[in-house]
């Protein structure tokens, strides 16, 4: 099995019936600068075996579900094609983006395995890498000219693999014409990102968006403070001595270290400018001017990703997860909640949004109801914007809602953040699945069979409706969401009195089209 790429010729592995192609170069990229192309290679390259992966800290979600076993290095920038054929067949292709809050993650992780879609789909499945927290997202370019744009490398990377796959998915035998990009948390906030970005035109022709949108992109002048905050956190600054030369030149241990510190410093919220932002993530793409002109909303709105289907969805219970330590420590009072909830929604109405809230969840206690807040928050009000974005400029636009849960941990996780992932992607089988679902029967892989000739269908037609799975589009009159459970129904507008609440709070039109993230997000998103 072997192939001619544009850079030299791959030999991949055969694992049950799908053909393998790990660890392939898509690029190559030095500290900070921006991706370039793979230096050629003469012979054939050996592609049976994953790795690298970015350098990243351990992450707990991470180290569950396994993938950070193959060590971190700079030089990571390579992905894994997996195809049932090498023949012209000319097969949708998946490229899939993965999550981790731009700070952890790679796209080798067993629950990301695209061997059951390429089965259940007769697909081409392609999984990428992209760099990670500082290495990706440091905003340099108001330091030296010549790093302009590093605070987006990792969208610049994944544009890179997206070309790479323009150029060479023919010899794997899937359709370029044809790719669908998918990927979920800071995977699909990538791809809300590259909806709006014009250098990533006509390399991807559908979406899907797993509990992300297009919301998650730093202002430059909260980038220019995390830089400093990351500078001052080695005891350095950009005019003295070895400043910037000693980023350049800092170990990769020692970066992932100062940006541990820098995590732990924003997490905490204390500083003003993360208050006034509502809460922010360390590292994610900035608006830089080059790449990002402005925010991703504001582009969509305007029709850059014009024609594009999109699938948008997020799970009932997304906050759970992030939310199950402090549930450990004892339950929330009244007061330490309205406090929390008070940098996300503005004290003035936090009491407002605690009604609204213990209305339509009834039997949730101050924990829950704090869930549930996050939960909207952070994932479905941007996935709500991002939808009526897009609706004037593609052809269909579908929603749904993940509701099948875990009972895992005293059933306080329920349908939670990345809970979704392996049913998608019909990796149930994989490592740690059964200890975050807590158990698995015929009506989960029912659901996941389901879902999986869902996402192919989308790759194929950009429409998820099949014969097992009724899913209407998503429009402004009707709202129409499929809930995704065991046994999946549609549901006009689903906790429409909340979204109108958000509506009101967030105002008829932002300026920027933003939904403000939230203080306390860790690193498995």
């Given at each position: 099995?072997?192939?001619?790429?544009?850079?030299?010729?791959?030999?991949?592995?055969?694992r049950?019936?799908?053909?393998?192609f790990?660890?392939?170069?898509?690029?190559?990229?030095?500290?900070?600068?921006?991706?370039?192309?793979?230096?050629p290679?003469?012979?054939?390259r050996?592609?049976?075996?994953?790795?690298?992966?970015?350098?990243?800290?351990?992450?707990p979600?991470?180290?569950?579900?396994?993938?950070?076993?193959?060590?971190?290095?700079e030089?990571?920038?390579?992905?894994?094609?997996?195809?049932?054929?090498?023949?012209?067949?000319?097969?949708?292709?998946?490229?899939?983006?993965?999550?981790?809050?731009?700070?952890?993650?790679?796209g080798?992780?067993?629950?990301?395995?695209?061997?059951?879609?390429?089965?259940?789909?007769?697909?081409?499945?392609?999984s990428?890498?992209?760099?990670?927290g500082?290495?990706?997202f440091?905003?340099?370019?108001?330091?030296?000219?010549?790093?302009?744009?590093?605070?987006?490398?990792?969208?610049?990377?994944?544009?890179?693999?997206?070309?790479w796959?323009?150029?060479?998915v023919?010899?794997?035998?899937?359709?370029?014409?044809?790719?669908?990009?998918?990927?979920?948390s800071a995977?699909?906030?990538?791809?809300?990102?590259?909806?709006?970005?014009?250098?990533?035109?006509?390399?991807?022709?559908k979406?899907?968006?797993?509990?992300?949108?297009?919301?998650n992109?730093?202002?430059?002048?909260?980038?220019?403070?995390?830089?400093?905050?990351?500078?001052?956190?080695?005891r350095?600054?950009?005019?003295?001595?070895?400043?910037?030369?000693?980023?350049?030149?800092?170990?990769v241990?020692?970066?992932?270290?100062?940006?541990?510190v820098?995590?732990?410093?924003?997490?905490?919220?204390?500083?003003?400018?993360?208050?006034?932002?509502?809460?922010?993530?360390?590292?994610?793409?900035?608006v830089?001017?080059?790449?990002?002109?402005?925010?991703?909303?504001?582009?969509?709105?305007?029709?850059?990703?014009?024609?594009?289907?999109?699938?948008?969805?997020?799970?009932?219970?997304?906050?759970?997860?992030?939310?199950?330590?402090?549930?450990?420590?004892?339950?929330?009072?009244?007061?330490?909640?309205?406090?929390?909830?008070?940098?996300?929604?503005g004290?003035?109405?936090?009491?407002?949004?605690?009604?609204?809230?213990?209305?339509?969840?009834?039997?949730?206690?101050?924990?829950g109801?704090?869930?549930?807040?996050?939960?909207?928050?952070?994932?479905r009000?941007?996935?709500?914007?991002?939808?009526?974005?897009q609706?004037?400029?593609?052809p269909?636009v579908?929603?749904?809602?993940?509701?099948?849960g875990?009972?895992?941990?005293?059933?306080?996780?329920g349908?939670c953040h990345?809970?979704?992932?392996?049913?998608?992607l019909?990796?149930?089988?994989?490592?740690?699945?059964d200890?975050?679902?807590?158990?698995?029967?015929?009506?989960?892989?029912?659901?996941?069979?389901?879902?999986?000739?869902?996402w192919?269908?989308?790759?194929?037609?950009?429409?998820?409706?099949?014969?097992?799975?009724?899913?209407?589009?998503?429009?402004?009159?009707?709202?129409?969401?499929v809930?995704?459970?065991?046994?999946?129904?549609?549901?006009?507008?689903?906790?429409?009195?909340?979204?109108?609440?958000?509506?009101?709070?967030?105002?008829?039109?932002?300026?920027?089209?933003?939904?403000?993230?939230?203080?306390?997000?860790?690193?498995?998103?």
């Open positions: 099995m072997i192939v001619a790429t544009t850079a030299g010729k791959v030999q991949g592995v055969e049950g019936g799908v053909l393998q790990r660890a392939v170069p898509f690029a190559r990229a030095e500290r900070f600068r921006p991706p370039e192309p793979v230096e290679w003469a012979g054939v050996e592609a049976t075996r994953f790795g690298p992966m970015a350098p990243q800290n351990k992450a979600l991470e180290s569950m579900i396994g993938g950070q076993d193959v060590p971190g290095e030089d990571c920038l390579v992905l894994n094609v997996f195809t049932p054929a090498l023949d012209d067949g000319a097969r949708p292709v998946m490229v899939w983006v993965h999550g981790g809050g731009f700070v952890s993650g790679s080798h992780v067993p629950w990301y395995d695209g061997s059951n879609l390429v089965r259940g789909g007769d697909v081409v499945v392609v990428i890498n992209y760099r990670l500082a290495l990706g440091l905003e340099l370019g108001h330091l030296d000219a010549a790093l302009a744009g590093s605070g987006a490398n990792g969208l610049r990377d994944q544009i890179a693999a997206l070309r796959v323009q150029d060479n023919a010899a794997f035998g899937g359709d370029p014409g044809n790719v669908t990009i998918f990927g979920e995977g699909a906030m990538s791809i809300g990102a590259l909806l709006a970005v014009p250098q990533a035109t006509g390399l991807f022709h979406a899907i968006l797993q509990s992300g949108a297009a919301s992109v730093q202002r430059p002048d909260i980038a220019t403070w995390v830089t400093g905050e990351f500078l001052d956190a080695m350095l600054s950009p005019g003295s001595p070895g400043g910037l030369e000693g980023l350049l030149d800092l170990p241990d020692e970066v992932l270290r100062v940006q541990g820098v995590e732990t410093e924003i997490l905490r919220g204390e500083a003003p400018v993360v208050r006034a932002a509502g809460g922010i993530l360390a590292f994610q793409p900035t830089d001017g080059a790449l990002l002109d402005g925010h991703p909303l504001t582009g969509i709105r305007a029709g850059s990703a014009a024609g594009k289907p999109l699938v948008i969805g997020t799970n009932a219970d997304e906050w759970n997860l992030f939310h199950l330590r402090i549930r450990q420590t004892g339950p929330l009072d009244e007061a330490r909640a309205r406090r929390r909830l008070g940098t996300v929604v004290e003035d109405r936090v009491s407002d949004v605690l009604d609204a809230y213990r209305a339509a969840r009834p039997t949730a206690d101050v924990d109801l704090v869930c549930a807040v996050m939960t909207d928050r952070v994932f009000v941007p996935a709500i914007r991002l939808a009526e974005a609706l004037p400029h593609a269909r579908s929603m749904y809602r993940w509701d099948l875990s009972t895992a941990f005293g059933g306080l996780l349908a990345a809970v979704e992932v392996p049913f998608v019909g990796n149930l089988s994989r490592t740690g699945v200890v975050l679902i807590g158990g698995l029967d015929e009506g989960a892989h029912a659901i996941s069979a389901t879902s999986v000739l869902a192919t269908k989308v790759a194929r037609t950009g429409d998820p409706g099949h014969e097992g799975l009724s899913w209407p589009a998503y429009d402004l009159a009707t709202r129409s969401t809930v995704l459970d065991r046994s999946p129904t549609v549901v006009d507008d689903p906790d429409g009195e909340l979204r109108r609440l958000w509506d009101e709070i967030d105002g008829s039109e932002r300026p920027d089209g933003a939904t403000p993230a939230a203080p306390g997000v860790p690193g498995t998103v």
